[in-house]
Every structure is written in structure tokens, then in C-alpha cells.
């Protein structure tokens, strides 16, 4: 049975025990870090070379998505096998001059049209022209299921070949990849092997029998990276905003229509190779970033009758119908520092609703005036729902398939108002009160006390 924890530093510590038990009886250890993608594998094997040199043990970190063939390579195997046969002329002639015009090609244009007529010219020399038109042709069709995490992504041979070397004392030449560009770049370095008494290696598919196999076990430790549904998908779509040329939404289509398939059928069995279980969720540190910050400045109503002045008397700017649905991880609590939440528009009054938009909010500052200030992260802005799924049926089928449920589902009308001259947002919660928000920085603070008193009487 595996060692199971849901602390980093005892996860830490564990490996630590099992890696000395190792050098006991051995020069050097490797220690293998799977599990989902963005769940936390880089992160921990930080975490761990740290320890391990705190305690006299140089560690390297060697990362497989370093491995990774890069967009060129992916697309040609793929064509190669389901066109070819497997037997693609010229194979690394192909992938060189496709990778030439695909570095200097944005994501989202990669393989389009004009993409195509770039590399056409660049394999005419060397594909007969009946080969060619089939390689484009299944190029396009190719890269509208490209899957970063499928096995043949990453090129474990190589993985397995260099870590052997190093164990052994030698040197390897570094690989690099870039998620910036989605290709091989040159490193210029190298791992001299004999510096290092513990290799950490980590990646999605470093437990799969296909690598493991290729090692003595017993001078391994190893472990598998999990995380709440939650986590691994806002760490995804997160992540790939920041570091990635890919929009989110595309991320967002990938996740529910490859990634989550991937890591049930591919990822999670390689979950029985592992000595240590290591459930790494958000931290407070992740759960404080956002691309925007939000503040709210408002007060519960419990005087109505103050409110129905107010609305008598202002002027009515707009009045809007929301529906907010949020979620968690199946079987887990609701998490107010942790908000996953779709919203949905309505055009008729709140008799029907469109989905709008899809956000992330983290765990509000701490203040003592009363306001709310809480980092935001936009995963799908508004106009983008529709471009990775059909309608909020499809959305809630993908989000139950990969692990959440719906927490609760909040109806609510807005109305912004001016009065006084000053701006204000009433919000009518179904069910749950009414709130009014102080929409107006120029408020005078002693006006804002004055509203608060008479809304709260």
C-alpha cells in the first residue's frame, strides 16, 4: 500500500527517508514525480531538491515536458501513422521545415490556410506532390485534436536514455521546450551526472510501466501528484494564460474534450506504480493571483423601506437578470475563498437565460473598512462561451465528466441607479436579501455611513 499525505512538507520528509534508504546501498537515486497535468509535479520537485541539498544531497530536477516533440513533431507522427501507415518520406526533413514556419506562426494559426500555403513550397523538393497534398490535408484535420497530453507527446525514449546516462556519471545535453512557441528551442547546456546524488524527474507519464520498466526499482522512489478537480482545472487554464500563446478558450475546449479523457484513461492507472500518494489542492499563495481585482463596497439591506425611498426617487440607469451557477469537486465543500461560477444573461426579463461568461475568484484581502477586495481570474470572457461548447446542457455534461457538481445556483436582479448624484448598484438576490453597492469612489465616506445606517436600521 502507498504512503499517503496532504502536506508538503511531510510529503518532503517521506521522500527524503526513502531516498537515503536508497543511498545506503547506491551512489545515486532517482526519484519519479507523475501525476495529473498542473498538479503541482514542478512545484514539488522544487520543493524537494530543496530539502534534499538542506540535507547534504545535490539534487537535479529534470522535467519531461522538455520532451515534449513539439507541435510539428506531434502533428507529422499523428499524419504519419493514420495517412502513411507509418511510413512518411522523409520524415525528419518534414518536421524540420514545418517547425521553420511554425515558430513564427501565433497559436491559434497554426495549420490554418495560410499556415499551409507557407509550408507547402518549403516540402515540395522532397514529398511527391500526391504525398504533399495528403500530408497537408491531414495537418489540418490533425491539429483539431491535438492533445498535449497523450503519451506519444513526449519522447520517453530519450527520457529514459538520458537519465540512465546520468545515473551512470555521465553528461547529456539539456533539452529545452517552450509552451511560449509549442516547439524544441536549443538549450546550449549540459547535466554532468556525476555532480548529483538524486535525479528528480517528473512529468504525467514518468510512473507508466513503459519508463518505469526501463530502470532498476529499486533505486527509485516514486510518486503520483493529485489534486480536487478544481485545482487541476483552474491550474491549467491559469497556467496556460500566463505562459502560453494559446486563448482560454481553447485551453478550456482541450481540457474537457482531450485532457480529461487522457488522465482517466491514460494518467490515473499509473497512480498503482506509486510509493507516495501526494494530494497537493490549491494553495492560499494560488488562490490570491487573479488577471483582475475586484472590490465591492456594499451593505445587506434590512431596512426596505429605505431602499423603496431610494428607488422612488433615483434615476434608473440599466436593470440586468443574472443567474450565477457554482461549483465544486464531487463530494466536496463549498469553498468561499474558492468560487468557480458560470453566469448566465437573460434578454426577456429572467425568463430564460444564455451563458455568459465563466470566472474564477479567489480569497478576498483582508480589510477592516468593510469592503471586499478579491483577485479574479477570467476563464472564459464574454463571447467566448460559444466557442467551446453548444449550450449550458453540453457545459454541465463536460463539468460532471470531469469530477465537479453544482454547488448552487443564485438568480439575482441588478439595478443601476443615480442618486443624490451619486451612483449606486441594487442587487436583488432571489431568496437571499437585497444589496446595496456603493458604485461611486467620489462618495464622501461620511455620505457612505450615512447609507449604511439607514439601509441597516
Not at 208 to 237: C, Q, W, Y
Not at 269 to 288: C, H, K, Y
Request: with cysteine; hydrophobic share 35%.
Amino acid at each position: 500500500m502507498p504512503f499517503k499525505c496532504h502536506h508538503l512538507d511531510k510529503w518532503e520528509y517521506m521522500n527524503l527517508d526513502l531516498c537515503e534508504e536508497v543511498l545506503e546501498h547506491s551512489s545515486r537515486c532517482v526519484v519519479f514525480i507523475g501525476g495529473a497535468s498542473s498538479s503541482g509535479k514542478s512545484f514539488c520537485a522544487k520543493n524537494l531538491k530543496r530539502v534534499l541539498e538542506g540535507n547534504g544531497h545535490k539534487a537535479l530536477v529534470v522535467s519531461t515536458d522538455n520532451y515534449n516533440k513539439g507541435i510539428s513533431g506531434i502533428i507529422t507522427d499523428k499524419v504519419a501513422e493514420k495517412y502513411f501507415g507509418g511510413d512518411l518520406p522523409n520524415r525528419e526533413k518534414v518536421v524540420r521545415e514545418v517547425k521553420s514556419v511554425l515558430l513564427k506562426t501565433p497559436f491559434s494559426k497554426k495549420f490554418d490556410r495560410d499556415c499551409l500555403d507557407q509550408i507547402k513550397p518549403k516540402l515540395a523538393s522532397f514529398l511527391a506532390p500526391a504525398d504533399l497534398s495528403k500530408y497537408l490535408d491531414g495537418c489540418a484535420e490533425e491539429i483539431k485534436h491535438l492533445n498535449f497530453d497523450e503519451p506519444d507527446v513526449y519522447d520517453l525514449s530519450s527520457v529514459a536514455t538520458d537519465i540512465k546516462a546520468l545515473l551512470a556519471g555521465k553528461t547529456v545535453s539539456c533539452k529545452k521546450y517552450s509552451k511560449v512557441v509549442s516547439e524544441q528551442v536549443p538549450a546550449h547546456s549540459h547535466y554532468d551526472g556525476s555532480k548529483y546524488q538524486v535525479l528528480i524527474v517528473e512529468g504525467i507519464y514518468v510512473l507508466s510501466d513503459h519508463l518505469l520498466d526501463r530502470f532498476d526499482r529499486g533505486m527509485a522512489v516514486t510518486n503520483f501528484i493529485e489534486g480536487s478537480p478544481k485545482s487541476l482545472f483552474l491550474r491549467r487554464v491559469i497556467r496556460d494564460n500566463k505562459i502560453t500563446s494559446s486563448p482560454s478558450y481553447y485551453t478550456i475546449g482541450m481540457y474537457f474534450h482531450n485532457i480529461v479523457k487522457s488522465y482517466n484513461e491514460t494518467i490515473i492507472p499509473s497512480r498503482d506504480n506509486a510509493m507516495v500518494i501526494f494530494n497537493n489542492d490549491m494553495t492560499f499563495a494560488e488562490l490570491r493571483e487573479g488577471n483582475l481585482y475586484l472590490t465591492k463596497d456594499r451593505v445587506k439591506v434590512t431596512n426596505p423601506l429605505f431602499i423603496q425611498e431610494m428607488l422612488n426617487k433615483a434615476k434608473l440607469l440599466s436593470t440586468t437578470f443574472q443567474k450565477d451557477i457554482y461549483f465544486t469537486g464531487i463530494g466536496e465543500p463549498s469553498d468561499f475563498n474558492n468560487l468557480l461560477r458560470l453566469r448566465e444573461l437573460s434578454t426577456d426579463g429572467g425568463k430564460t437565460y444564455v451563458p455568459s461568461s465563466l470566472v474564477n475568484k479567489g480569497s478576498p484581502k483582508a480589510r477592516r473598512d468593510g469592503k471586499v477586495i478579491r483577485p479574479i481570474n477570467v476563464l472564459l470572457k464574454e463571447g467566448d462561451f460559444f466557442k467551446v461548447f453548444g449550450s449550458e446542457k453540453d457545459f454541465l455534461d463536460n463539468m460532471a465528466a470531469a469530477g465537479f457538481a453544482i454547488d448552487r445556483q443564485v438568480f439575482k436582479v441588478k439595478r443601476r441607479i443615480t442618486y443624490d448624484g451619486y451612483r449606486f448598484t441594487i442587487s436583488d438576490f432571489r431568496g437571499e436579501g437585497v444589496w446595496l453597492e456603493f458604485a461611486d469612489p467620489d462618495l464622501p465616506l461620511k455620505v457612505r455611513d450615512e447609507f449604511i445606517s439607514e439601509a441597516s436600521e
